[in-house]
């Protein structure tokens, strides 16, 4: 079985401010898949990054971070001087492979204040 | 392209009425996805396809039945709408890892 934790429900901070997003997950496969996307106010899934088991390696996108630990099974995502406009909820998923349904976490609503 | 598209976005529906939420897709994949979103509990999977003519459930497929009659569309479709299939949900479509999805429809049950 796979699952995905996303601990924090609700995160407040002020424009500028550095905010990481924690992801823990749980699978048996060797080979899987991580992801991360942003549902913004208006609804759409936005796709933000995709990882495989294999590659370990931080990947950095702008103002956007990922840290992929497969010690302690997460995948975090970091937004450095976050602005406004990155409030919306944010989804971390897993899959074992193609064809298989993305299982999610729960979501962590993110709220940047001016 | 497109990319994938649902019908309605928006719809009410009264206790027992019965309706069909359309995806459609221009990439021509062969998986396709219906998930449901709920406040607090991200998306779950109702059912799913992998290729033209065949479906499979997923974790919440109850009061849901779906068609993949043509390869780019995926119907699902609710017989006898309850308040409980009152959610938002989203269609996808899969190729090489990577999932697509619709704008979401947002469904109402009265």
């Known amino acids: 079985a796979q699952k995905v934790t996303q601990a924090q429900t609700e995160i407040s901070v002020v424009e500028k401010e550095d905010v990481t997003l924690d992801c823990v997950y749980e699978t048996r496969d060797t080979t899987y898949y991580l992801f991360w996307y942003k549902q913004p106010p208006s609804g759409e899934l936005v796709f933000l990054i995709r990882r495989n088991s294999f590659d370990e390696q931080n990947e950095i996108s702008g103002r956007y971070s990922w840290n992929f630990q497969k010690s302690t099974s997460s995948f975090n995502f970091t937004i450095t001087a976050s602005q406004v406009v990155d409030s919306a909820v944010y989804f971390c998923?897993?899959?074992?492979?193609?064809?298989?349904?993305?299982?999610f976490g729960k979501g962590t609503s993110l709220l940047v204040t001016p | 392209n497109a990319g994938v598209t649902q019908t309605p976005k928006f719809r009410v529906l009264k206790t027992g009425q019965s309706m069909t939420l359309l995806c459609a897709q221009d990439?021509?994949?062969?998986?396709m996805y219906w998930y449901r979103q709920d406040p607090g509990m991200g998306l779950r999977l109702i059912h799913y396809?992998?290729?033209?003519?065949?479906?499979a459930k997923g974790e919440v497929p109850d009061g849901y039945n779906v068609s993949r009659l043509k390869k780019q569309n995926f119907l699902l479709g609710l017989e006898s709408a309850a308040p409980s299939q009152t959610s938002v949900y989203f269609c996808?479509?899969?190729?090489?890892?990577?999932?697509?999805f619709g704008p979401g429809t947002r469904l109402t049950v009265t």
């Open positions: 396809s992998v290729g033209e003519g065949t479906t």
């Open positions: 990439m021509n994949h062969e998986y």
């Open positions: 998923a897993l899959t074992a492979n193609s064809g298989y349904a993305l299982n």
């Open positions: 996808a479509s899969e190729a090489s890892y990577k999932q697509y």
